[in-house]
């Protein structure tokens, strides 16, 4: 017996949309939905009889239930692979030619600061920075500000002390790009299985433009057949600049992805599909 663990959150924010539950149901699959309390303990209920799970949680979630299934017996298979735990440990494989953020710096938080600001504007060709965490798993935002002390000693003490990153956390800062519109793709084998493009504002997924030009497709299966990593099944973002030109943003994780207008059906078969198949590779 197989099942899947759907964070309550994701669901009520149609970050998930709703009609996913239903449809996993009837691919045969047990369906829990839980979340945390403000005390961080899970709320709802996993049947005890299933035996293998997989889950779409946010990134915090996803401990949470790893270390509750694996206290009571039951092996958690997330398509939540650890190459994509940090952006380093990809975007080699992505040709420089298909990045929006190329010929960036990669410093230690704590050592931005030390930086000659007039060395790094001519070295981006740029007076404001993109700069984000080599971390992708949350432990703070990625931000778009001015190279100057002020800004960079701003963004550092928030980031300090409002997120879960250290002065020893690695960062990478590119020069400023400016987008006009991004688009989420689900990727399986290597090929584009599903799409989306991306809200704005997360919380307003209603809002969102149902179809994506076929140029994105295209452009994200050519650059998919350069990624080899272990999860066969994860997200893609590509943005088009303001001259019209597709770039490859990141990639994410399966399991902590929104998947906003994406194919509901062609997902959760994937999905399905995926856990019986890891399942298959446990015995």
């Not at 539950?21 to 005890?48: A, C, N, Q, T």
């Not at 039951?74 to 380093?88: D, G, K, R, T, V």
């Amino acid at each position: 017996m197989h099942g899947i663990i759907i964070q309550k959150r994701l669901l009520e924010q149609n970050i998930i949309p709703q009609e996913a539950v239903p449809e996993f149901e009837r691919l045969g699959m047990i369906v829990s939905i839980i979340d945390l309390d403000m005390f961080d303990e899970l709320i709802g209920h996993i049947d005890s009889n299933v035996q293998f799970w997989t889950s779409i949680s946010t990134i915090k979630m996803q401990r949470f239930i790893s270390k509750f299934l694996s206290k009571n017996t039951a092996h958690h298979l997330p398509l939540f692979c650890s190459e994509l735990h940090y952006y380093s440990k990809y975007i080699h494989q992505v040709p420089p030619k298909f990045r929006l953020n190329n010929n960036g710096l990669m410093l230690p938080l704590a050592e931005i600061k030390n930086i000659c600001f007039d060395h790094l504007s001519k070295y981006l060709g740029s007076y404001q920075c993109h700069i984000r965490p080599d971390n992708a798993l949350k432990i703070a935002e990625a931000q778009v500000i001015s190279i100057n002390t002020e800004s960079i000693d701003n963004f550092i003490n928030d980031t300090l002390q409002f997120s879960s990153a250290s002065e020893t956390s690695i960062f990478w800062i590119f020069p400023r790009k400016d987008i006009v519109a991004e688009y989420r793709l689900a990727i399986r084998n290597n090929k584009a299985i599903a799409s989306s493009a991306y809200p704005h504002d997360i919380l307003k997924p209603d809002d969102i433009e149902k179809t994506v030009p076929d140029d994105v497709i295209s452009f994200g299966n050519m650059v998919a057949r350069t990624i080899n990593i272990s999860d066969e099944i994860y997200v893609m973002d590509i943005a088009r600049d303001t001259k019209g030109q597709l770039y490859f943003l990141e990639l994410n994780c399966m399991s902590t992805s929104g998947w906003y207008k994406m194919n509901v059906q062609t997902l959760c078969s994937n999905i399905s599909d995926e856990l019986l198949k890891a399942i298959g590779n446990y015995f």
